[in-house]
C-alpha cells in the first residue's frame, strides 16, 4: 500500500503543489504591475509611446466610471392576506 501511495499520490501532488505555489508566489513590491510601467513609459524617449499610454489609461478610467451598477433585486412579492383588522370584523 506505501509504494503504492508513493508512486501514484506522491508525484501528482508534487506536481499540482508545484503550479499552485508558482501562481501564488509572492513578488516582490515595486517588480511589477501598472505603477512600473508606468514608469518605464514616462522615461521612454519617444513621444509616440507616452500618447499610446495616455489613451489606454483613459480609456480604462471612462470603460470603469460606464460600469453599470448591478442590478437591483425585486422587491418581495405583496401577498394578499388578511389583515388583522379585517380578521376582527370577522368574528
Known amino acids: 500500500m506505501v509504494a503504492w501511495w508513493r508512486r501514484k499520490v506522491v508525484p501528482r501532488a508534487r506536481r499540482a503543489w508545484a503550479a499552485v505555489a508558482a501562481r ?9 504591475g501598472i ?3 508606468h514608469e518605464d513609459v514616462q ?3 519617444y513621444k509616440d509611446v507616452q500618447v ?9 478610467e471612462a470603460a470603469a466610471q ?3 451598477p448591478p442590478p437591483k ?4 412579492p405583496v401577498w394578499p392576506g388578511r389583515s388583522s383588522s ?3 370584523a370577522a368574528q
Open 66 to 68: 460606464a460600469q453599470k
Open 24 to 32: 501564488v508566489r509572492a513578488r516582490k513590491p515595486g517588480s511589477g
Open 43 to 45: 522615461t521612454c524617449g
Open 52 to 60: 499610446m499610454f495616455d489613451m489606454l489609461t483613459s480609456e480604462l
Open 73 to 76: 433585486r425585486a422587491p418581495p
Open 35 to 37: 505603477l512600473k510601467l
Open 86 to 88: 379585517t380578521i376582527a
